[in-house]
């Protein structure tokens, strides 16, 4: 203890950040430090990832099929959703999962497993051929060609225009405790943020950043 004690005065006393701060960027935990942050000039364009470097879900392109294999390789929380370019929504992983139904998932106490698509009868994998719907209410398709899924959407997504200053979407993040922010122009989806990315920029003076992070096996 004494030893601990000593090392958080010592690095109190040398460096800006102290012993936890300094633990928690180690490890890099999804912590938001309360500093006063000042942009030099950047704007929410320089700390989001563009559209075309996201993965988001094409509303009314895709089979359920389709859909489960994008859940099964991309374990993200949620993803955009768009209809070309025009902005839909954000949907949840889990909440997708949940509306496909239990004609596609089996729900148990471990989670949602997927059922085996060789003992599916004939109208389960019918279902799997529809198209995934997420605004039902402006479909393009016929009602028994399609799976509504907008149950699955966000009902509140904040929105910015990327040309906002990077310290109002840091401070938004902080002090309202978000998960994301979307980035749209004239309702046309043009990147997103997450929580992640400001822990990032918030942490970069660091020089040992997820120094002592796990990191997966090859």
């Not at 950047?42 to 859909?67: F, H, P, R, Y």
């Not at 929504?89 to 729900?107: C, V």
């Not at 840091?170 to 998960?179: E, G, H, P």
Request: charged share 25%; proline share 4%; hydrophobic share 40%.
């Amino acid at each position: 203890m004494i030893c601990v004690m000593t090392a958080k005065w010592v690095g109190d006393a040398m460096g800006k950040d102290g012993i936890y701060s300094v633990w928690i960027a180690m490890r890099h935990y999804p912590w938001l430090p309360p500093v006063d942050y000042r942009d030099t000039g950047e704007t929410g364009a320089n700390i989001m990832k563009s559209m075309d470097q996201l993965v988001v879900i094409n509303d009314e392109q895709l089979s359920a099929k389709e859909l489960e294999a994008l859940l099964e390789k991309h374990k993200y929380n949620g993803f955009p959703v768009v209809r070309g370019k025009h902005f839909v929504g954000f949907a949840t992983h889990d909440k997708i999962r949940e509306a496909l139904g239990d004609s596609i998932y089996l729900n148990t106490k471990s989670g949602y497993l997927l059922k085996t698509v060789d003992a599916a009868p004939a109208d389960d994998f019918s279902n799997r051929m529809k198209k995934c719907s997420f605004s039902s209410r402006d479909s393009l398709l016929r009602a028994d060609t399609r799976i509504d899924l907008s149950s699955s959407l966000e009902e509140a997504v904040l929105q910015l225009r990327k040309e906002v200053p990077q310290e109002l979407v840091v401070n938004m993040f902080q002090k309202l405790n978000l998960r994301r922010i979307l980035f749209t122009h004239a309702g046309d989806l043009t990147g997103m943020t997450t929580k992640t990315d400001v822990v990032s920029l918030l942490m970069s003076h660091f020089p040992h950043t997820a120094a002592l992070s796990q990191r997966p096996g090859p």
